[in-house]
């Protein structure tokens, strides 16, 4: 699938589908197959609304990301080296705050909770043009390279 498609659905899923924005990432991967993605992985992103547990701690997009990463690169027994996972981890996690100035939820969406505008649909527009799209593009980018 290409880029631009798997963030257009990724954005479709968010945007029209209901679903929330660690979900919607996750579920545009999981139906583009670009890897296994079980159901199971899906509904644990349902907990990362809003910031986890909508107190506007982490974004749900990078986390649902750094899930998504560990599922393919994370370890199953002790002997194997959890290396590539925290290596791959660390690079979304920092290109992400480059590019947004935070990793944090309340942060990211400051000027929407001040304006009592989260639930807005500009600001659903926001998160899916800034961190959803984001996410699904390095995680496009990082699953090419390895």
């Keep these: 699938m290409k880029k631009e498609n798997l963030i257009f659905q990724a954005k479709n899923n968010y945007l029209k589908e209901g679903f ?3 979900e919607a ?7 583009a197959e670009l890897f296994e ?3 199971e992985v899906l509904k644990i992103t349902s907990c990362f609304k809003t910031g986890i547990g909508m107190k506007k701690n982490f974004c749900g997009a990078l986390l649902a990301g750094i ?3 560990g599922l393919k690169y ?8 959890p290396q590539r996972a925290l290596d791959t981890t660390a690079q ?3 290109e992400f705050e480059k590019e947004f100035g935070s ?3 309340g942060e990211l969406l400051k000027e929407f909770i001040e304006k009592d505008a989260l639930e807005s649909q ?16 390095k995680i496009e980018e990082i699953l090419k390279e390895k």
Excluded: M, T
């Excluded at 990432?25 to 139906?31: G, H, N, P």
């Excluded at 800034?130 to 593009?137: G, H, T």
């Design 103 to 105: 990793v944090k939820c």
């Design 122 to 137: 500009e600001r659903k527009e926001f998160c899916a043009n800034n961190f959803i799209s984001f996410v699904v593009k």
């Design 37 to 39: 993605v079980s159901d």
């Design 25 to 31: 990432l996750v579920k545009a991967i999981k139906d």
């Design 20 to 22: 929330s924005c660690g």
């Design 74 to 81: 994370g370890r199953i027994k002790k002997e194997e080296s």
């Design 67 to 69: 899930v998504l990463i």
């Design 92 to 94: 979304l996690y920092e």
